[in-house]
């Protein structure tokens, strides 16, 4: 494995430790660290920054992470 994805996985697990008090807090920091990991990654950076701030309100919402 390449350091490429371990530096990716750290980047997307410390984001989504990081969720925010609201939405718009958790769509901003989501979408910050997926576009960062996808840029990392060399992927599209509009992709992981949608990804991201949906993954990190989805996560936050249902409670996923203990925020």
């Known amino acids: 494995m390449g350091i490429?994805?371990?530096t990716l996985s750290c980047v997307a697990a410390l984001?989504?430790?990081a969720c925010g008090n609201t939405a718009g807090?958790?769509?901003i920091i989501g979408g910050?660290?997926?576009a960062g990991a996808a840029?990392?990654?060399g992927g599209s950076i509009?992709?992981?920054l949608a990804v991201g701030a949906a993954g990190?309100?989805?996560a936050c919402e249902l409670d996923i992470v203990g925020c």
């Open 4 to 6: 490429k994805y371990i």
């Open 15 to 17: 984001g989504l430790a």
């Open 25 to 27: 807090e958790q769509a």
């Open 32 to 34: 910050a660290v997926g």
């Open 39 to 41: 840029s990392v990654a």
């Open 46 to 48: 509009a992709t992981g």
């Open 56 to 58: 990190n309100i989805l």
